[in-house]
């Protein structure tokens, strides 16, 4: 199934086993500019070497006095605003003083970068494409082709009389196609012109100016693995939540496309991660890249028709067990383990084989070291930020409570078990937040795109 837009949790909740969608439930933890913000700079509290490759961000109004502070001690005079949760460069515009936004808008603001590499004379970032093929474990891909989106007016240091011209300081597509200077490819076997160009452009351009393009996209790749590793916990519970029998982790998969900015020193910067890039085509190249990114995704998914005859199969043995009076055993948990090696070990084989201009991201044995203390980091987060544990504790005793108070309860408690249970609840309610709350996301009030059935 396709959706436009985001899904909610209730919808994958309903989700047969043998069913796919291309979207997360809470995805929007990296797709909305304010979420993306929050996530990364709190790692950076924690890896602020490693978590180094974003702008510095404010998320308003929440953190307009830190935003002041940080102005007047480091005398930074040009910012970027950023609306919280829209796309296509709208709404987007430059600062050079905190007193330029009001305290209370919803926005997000991060330091501009003034000093872009440049391909001739002209500011540009990068749209790669990658695909999230399962979030417990983490199974990411990148695409080896993309986009090269040039602006289309020579760039100039931001300043006072020049930070209006958003065909200089925007890179977006949906903006610079309006400019009359935009030039339009017209042959996708010659992607090296026009204001949108290739990857292989890029890396090529990159070696003739004497930088090393291997490794650039090494930096990009880890990048792009870092992001996802700062939304891992998120996105694992919101699953899980869903579909807890799923040992496949399969049912969700999401092509991303992330914006990449790089400085005149050539360090990669993330701009921002988009959970439903454009599949709109205006020219050969871009028709070209898109329709193999398309092909190579579905084949990558292994679309198996006899998923859903097994599944059906299963479910009337299943049925027919229950009414002969067969006994059905959950399996335990190292049984679901098991099941689940199983499961990794054939999609390893089919997908390995089946890559088409796909390259595996992650699981990466050679920094599994590293990327280890991330997901490690972002998971106590999650449960900290959430009380996931009291949680728990909550739900347990909220059982307590109505077994205790069911009609058919044969055994009444003593007085002394009565005031424990009693003060359990009440400690319980003290300590931790509605129930309802465990589940947060702006991705759950989101409403369905429409539906198409592949």
Not at 10 to 32: D, E, I
Not at 103 to 110: A, F, G, I, K, Y
Not at 209 to 231: E, F, M, P
Request: glycine letters at 4%; charged letters at 25%.
């Amino acid at each position: 199934m396709w959706a436009d837009t985001g899904i909610n949790a209730n919808f994958v909740s309903k989700m047969k086993l043998y069913q796919k969608v291309n979207h997360f439930p809470s995805m929007s933890c990296l797709a909305r500019k304010n979420n993306l913000g929050r996530n990364l700079m709190r790692m950076h509290k924690y890896f602020p070497k490693d978590y180094n490759f974003f702008p510095l961000t404010w998320v308003m109004p929440t953190d307009y006095t830190d935003f002041k502070t940080s102005h007047a001690q480091h005398h930074t005079n040009v910012y970027i605003v950023k609306p919280e949760a829209m796309c296509q460069g709208r709404g987007i515009f430059l600062i050079n003083s905190p007193e330029q936004i009001a305290r209370e808008d919803s926005c997000v603001v991060q330091q501009y970068i003034n000093d872009p590499y440049l391909v001739e004379g002209l500011k540009f970032d990068l749209r790669l494409y990658v695909l999230v093929y399962g979030c417990d474990p983490l199974r990411v891909y990148v695409y080896r082709e993309g986009l090269v989106r040039l602006a289309t007016e020579k760039y100039e240091r931001a300043r006072m009389g020049n930070m209006e011209n958003r065909c200089m300081h925007l890179t977006n597509y949906a903006i610079n196609k309006r400019s009359c200077n935009f030039v339009f490819n017209e042959d996708e076997e010659k992607a090296d012109v026009g204001n949108k160009r290739s990857l292989e452009f890029l890396w090529n351009y990159v070696e003739a100016q004497g930088g090393n393009s291997k490794l650039l996209k090494r930096r990009i790749n880890r990048i792009i693995v870092k992001t996802l590793c700062a939304a891992k916990s998120q996105l694992a519970h919101a699953y899980k939540t869903c579909q807890p029998n799923d040992v496949e982790n399969n049912m969700c998969f999401e092509v991303l496309g992330f914006d990449i900015l790089l400085d005149s020193n050539l360090k990669p910067w993330l701009l921002e991660v988009n959970h439903a890039p454009s599949f709109s085509v205006d020219t050969p190249f871009d028709y070209k890249v898109k329709k193999e990114l398309i092909h190579d995704t579905i084949k990558l998914l292994h679309m198996d028709s006899g998923r859903r005859a097994r599944y059906f199969k299963k479910k009337e043995d299943d049925f027919h067990s229950k009414a002969l009076g067969k006994i059905q055993l959950k399996h335990t948990k190292a049984k679901q383990m098991e099941l689940r090696k199983r499961a990794t070990e054939r999609r390893d084989e089919y997908e390995l084989k089946n890559l088409g201009g796909y390259a595996l991201i992650y699981p990466d044995a050679k920094m599994e070291h590293k990327y280890s203390g991330f997901l490690q980091a972002s998971e106590e987060h999650w449960q900290q930020l959430y009380g996931y544990t009291k949680h728990i504790s909550l739900h347990a005793t909220h059982r307590d409570e109505q077994a205790l108070h069911s009609s058919d309860t044969s055994i009444e408690p003593s007085p002394k078990e009565s005031r424990k249970i009693g003060n359990m609840m009440l400690a319980a309610r003290k300590t931790a937040r509605p129930i309802a709350k465990v589940n947060l996301d702006e991705s759950l009030n989101e409403p369905n795109g429409k539906l198409v059935m592949n």
